[in-house]
């Protein structure tokens, strides 16, 4: 069983940033598998918006590219999204999970919102 707890989401003005953590606990080996952040606005389906394999290549959403950097440290089980220059179209509640078709259980997420 593997649990996954995000954190670090908030209240944000338009250009400011905000860093995401996901800590994941249980039977799990972390390290050897690809990791995402993905969000959901609400009415949308959920989109992955950043992935980063078990050795360290990252891919992003063309919505993202240039502004999100995905990470991960390994001895510590946890994955990280640093956000930069947001935008209100970044409010989203936001999950980590892996990416594919096989996936853990669902965190709660956290929210983000993007606003003035």
């Known amino acids: 069983q593997v649990q996954l707890e995000e954190s670090g989401g908030g209240l944000v003005q338009p250009g400011g940033s905000l860093r995401l953590s996901c800590a994941a606990s249980?039977?799990?080996?972390?390290?050897?598998?690809?990791m995402g952040w993905y969000r959901q606005a609400p009415g949308e389906q959920r989109e992955l918006v950043a992935s980063?394999?078990?050795?360290?290549?990252?891919n992003y959403a063309d919505s993202v590219k240039g502004r999100f950097t995905i990470s991960r440290d390994n001895t510590k089980k946890t994955l990280y999204l640093q956000m930069n220059s947001l935008k209100p179209e970044d409010t989203a509640v936001y999950y980590c999970n892996r990416p594919g078709a096989t996936k853990y259980s669902w965190g709660q997420g956290t929210q983000v919102t993007v606003s003035s």
């Open positions: 980063i394999t078990s050795g360290g290549v990252t």
């Open positions: 249980g039977t799990i080996i972390f390290s050897i598998y690809a």
